[in-house]
């Protein structure tokens, strides 16, 4: 499985990104889906998860109210609209994909090479 994302950038605080991961390799409609960040200096950190079909969700509480995580199975895309972005959300965020476990805790077996959203202050 290949995973590319894209849609970073520079933002100021409260504004919005929508972040994008396009898949290829595997059908995609088989595949959990979930965004982490890592921060400098710090450890990578799940930021949100969707089920197969799309209609089930999970985030982590910093984020939960301000971003929404949604996906595509006909495009074999991935999004994370990110709204009211905080200093706090900078971060290389990376787009995985998951075969056979759910959220936060599941094993992620394919990952993408991430990027680079800022957020200034």
């Known amino acids: 499985v290949q995973l590319q994302a894209s849609g970073g950038g520079l933002v100021q605080a409260g504004g919005s990104l929508r972040l994008s991961c396009a898949a290829s390799?595997?059908?995609?409609?088989?595949?959990?889906m979930a965004w982490f960040r890592q921060a400098p200096g710090k450890e990578r950190e799940f930021v949100a998860a969707i089920s197969y079909s799309g209609g089930v969700t999970q985030y982590a509480d910093s984020v939960k109210g301000r971003f929404t995580i949604s996906r595509d199975n006909g495009q074999n895309t991935l999004a994370l609209q990110m709204n009211s972005l905080k200093a706090e959300d900078t971060a290389v965020y990376s787009c995985?994909?998951?075969?056979?476990?759910?959220?936060?805790?599941?094993?992620?077996?394919?990952w993408g090479q991430g990027t680079q959203v800022t957020v200034s202050s």
């Open positions: 995985a994909a998951s075969l056979k476990g759910w959220g936060r805790f599941a094993e992620y077996d394919f």
């Open positions: 390799g595997h059908t995609f409609s088989m595949l959990v």
